[in-house]
Structure formats: C-alpha cells, structure tokens
C-alpha cells in the first residue's frame, strides 16, 4: 500500500533522479492519488495533473531547455503504480530560435504509461490582444470554508487551497444550471505560480460533469492539452494565487469533454487547457 503519511510538497515530487541511460525517473507518492483521500490510494490513480507537471518539467530539465512552455499535450495510456520509480525519457523534436518541439516517454517497469509533447518559444514584442480578460471575483471575498475537504475529497486535493465563488457543487450542485465551477486555486504551500503550478492545478479539481447529477459517472482521463498564454508573475498571481473556470463542454456517447481556462489577480488570461475523459463501465449490482 502506497504511504500517505508524510506528504510530500510538489517540488520534491518533481526532483528527479537521473538515470544510467541519461533518462531521469521519479516515484509517484499515493498522496498524490485521484482516489478519495478516505480510502486508500490504490483506490484511485495517479493524479493526472502531476503527471502533467511531471512531464513538462522532465523535458525542460532532461534538454536543458531555457525558453518559456507554451503548449503541453499528455496521454494518458495505462495507470502508473503508486511509489514505484517511472522513467522519463525526453527526446528533442526540432529545435530552432522561435519555437522549440520536444517529446517524453514514460514507463514503469518497461510498460508506457504515458507520454507528452512540448512546444517552447519566446514570446515577440507584438502589443497583445487579450479577449479573454476577464475581471475576477475579489478573493478576499470569497468564504475560506468554501473549499473540498473531507474523507471524499480526492488525495491530491490536500496540496491545493480553493476559494469557491458559488460552490463546490459536486453531486449535483449544477442540475439543470450551466455546469461550470468557479475558483480561486493555490498550491497549499504557497509556491509560486509557474508552468509546472499551472499544469497542476489545471486538473485540479473533479469533473466538471460531476456537479450536473448526484450520482457521478466513473471516469478517466484520457487525453490532456494545455496552452500557457501568459507567463505567471508575482504580480498576476500575488501569493501564488489564480483565478479558474472549469466547463463540461459535452457528454456523451462515452466520453466528456471539458476545458479550464485560468486568469490572474488582474484578469490577465494565463492558460487555458481542453480534457477529454472515458467514462468507465458501469458493473451490474
């Protein structure tokens, strides 16, 4: 059974070991689990978003890459074993001054489990055109208690602090209503915000389709993208502080699709990302 009892922060789980092959590798600790955090890990599976994180940092780290994530796409092939090294190989695509394309493999026990592609490049000095800005709801505001704790809520919850503006509404909250949840989201222990913080908490939170019935479908993510639009700064995100919107696109015919789009304290829009999820047999009673 994987150890939960001292949890371990997100830069320690992206401390990678390298390996003889010029790879790197990592455990992945169960406190980092999707499974309820009542229950034990094996109950859920490693939590994609640090998966996600996981692999944009093994190919910034393994190729000694310098310029800025903009685009990070995962699939997630099988579920990796809780505290059990996984091995990431990066590999470079094409590299060039504007845009950089740069891949990762992961395995466990020579089995992949899934694999990433990047794409890194320096932004121009081209004045920005914002659609998306979007005026936030002031976080001091917002209830503190207005969060997801509990035996029910998933493992990986416990290293991020939510400020809800209008929920949680999981189990039904969004009957009938637009299904959309609404939140202030940082890390627990007040890291900065940065592309890996961003491709964690970008999953952070259940399905989106969970909060449009009381009795939720199983589901699991399959395929993951995120698009970083603006860097996080200090300032965008004082404290380590973002402002998200999480949105069930469409369900049906076995799959769900939703998307994230994430903003800074002063509506700056820093990354947006699209999730399609399998929804999973139902077994007979």
């Not at 637009?178 to 940065?194: G, K, N, Q, S, Y």
Request: aromatic share 8%; glycine share 10%; with cysteine.
């Amino acid at each position: 059974m994987a150890d939960t009892t001292h949890p371990i922060s997100l830069d320690a789980a992206l401390a990678f070991h390298t390996l003889d092959d010029g790879g790197l590798s990592a455990p992945v600790p169960g406190h980092f689990s999707n499974g309820p955090s009542g229950l034990p890990p094996e109950k859920g599976f490693p939590f994609g978003g640090l998966l996600a994180a996981l692999c944009a940092q093994a190919m910034r780290q393994g190729l000694s890459l310098t310029a800025p994530l903009r685009t990070l796409s995962v699939q997630y092939l099988s579920a990796a074993r809780f505290g059990e090294q996984v091995a990431f190989r990066p590999r470079l695509l094409r590299g060039g001054r504007n845009v950089i394309y740069a891949a990762v493999e992961a395995e466990q026990d020579g089995r992949m489990t899934h694999h990433a592609t990047g794409t890194y490049g320096l932004d121009g000095d081209n004045p920005p055109l914002a659609p998306l800005h979007l005026p936030t709801p002031p976080l001091d505001g917002l209830n503190p208690a207005a969060t997801i704790r509990g035996p029910m809520s998933p493992h990986f919850a416990q290293h991020v602090e939510y400020r809800f503006d209008g929920g949680p509404n999981i189990l039904g909250g969004n009957a009938g209503k637009p299904v959309i949840e609404r939140t202030w989201m940082r890390m627990a222990d007040r890291r900065p915000l940065d592309e890996v913080g961003l491709c964690y908490l970008l999953d952070a939170l259940y399905p989106p389709a969970w909060t449009a019935s009381s009795t939720p479908a199983p589901m699991t993510t399959v395929d993951l993208r995120i698009d970083i639009l603006t860097d996080p700064t200090p300032e965008t995100a004082p404290e380590g502080w973002a402002f998200f919107e999480f949105r069930m696109l469409d369900l049906g015919l076995g799959w769900t699709v939703d998307e994230a789009t994430a903003w800074g304290a002063d509506g700056t829009p820093l990354a947006i990302s699209r999730q399609r999820r399998k929804l999973l047999p139902q077994r007979g009673g």
